[in-house]
């Protein structure tokens, strides 16, 4: 079940439009709109399907998506499966597939997700996708992806920005994102992520709004949410 406080974004956007000035809806992608576990998935099958793999194969037969977690690497760790070059092996596999057009086809919406971003659209919010994901490889299939689950995107007050670069690193992006945030001189009404520290940096930033931190899967060593986080597994409103 989601959180009752979603149904309270929409009545937000009202408000704000009522007032005359623009709301704005921030929506991280991966792992916030998108479960990346069918992405992870069908890369680990991939890996599987090579030949020579079909005792890891049968090892890893009852394995389902939802296992997966924050990486494959770890999953296969701690269950004990493979050793440490077949980890790195299966890191380097992963790492020339996760980051491109072909595979974030497979990502499929959160429960509830392209519903209520389209109910946000409609009641008239910019829609704010910033995303990790990298210019120069991941666009279109973002583009794809983003149409192909529902969401809106080409009907004005839709924004996608992306990281400019693959080796820039996430934090450092999403802090320069917050100024082009602020550039639409809107009034933010609330912002999604599943990585408490960008929840945490949204907060600081919008302190009016409402900051949902999303119940999935977040990187290790994540520092803590703050308590004032709106916690929920997904977009169905409670
Ligand atoms: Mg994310």
Request: glycine share 10%.
């Amino acid at each position: 079940m989601g959180s009752p406080r979603l149904a309270e974004v929409l009545s937000r956007i009202d408000r704000v439009c009522a007032s005359g000035r623009l709301p704005v809806a921030v929506f991280d992608l991966d792992s916030t709109l998108f479960t990346t576990g069918p992405r992870n998935f069908a890369i680990l099958q991939e890996f599987l399907g090579e030949p020579g793999r079909e005792g890891l194969a049968r090892e890893l037969a009852q394995l389902r998506q939802e296992e997966i977690g924050w990486n494959i690497q770890d999953c296969l760790r701690q269950r004990g499966v493979g050793d440490r070059a077949l980890w790195d092996e299966l890191r380097r596999f992963w790492t020339a597939r996760f980051f491109t057009d072909a595979y974030v086809l497979h990502d499929r919406a959160l429960p509830g997700a392209a519903a209520f971003v389209t109910a946000c659209h409609t009641h008239g919010a910019l829609i704010y996708y910033l995303t990790g994901r990298h210019v120069g490889g991941m666009e279109l299939g973002t583009v794809a992806a983003l149409r192909s689950e529902g969401f809106p995107f080409w009907r004005g007050r839709c924004v996608l920005h992306l990281k400019p670069s693959f080796e820039m690193g996430d934090a450092a992006f999403k802090d320069d994102a917050v100024a082009d945030i602020r550039s639409y001189r809107g009034e933010v009404v609330a912002t999604f992520e599943n990585e408490p520290g960008n929840a945490n940096m949204f907060l600081r930033s919008f302190p009016a709004a409402l900051h949902f931190l999303l119940t999935t899967v977040h990187s290790p060593n994540a520092e803590p949410g703050d308590p004032q986080l709106i916690r929920s597994p997904d977009f169905i409103a409670g």
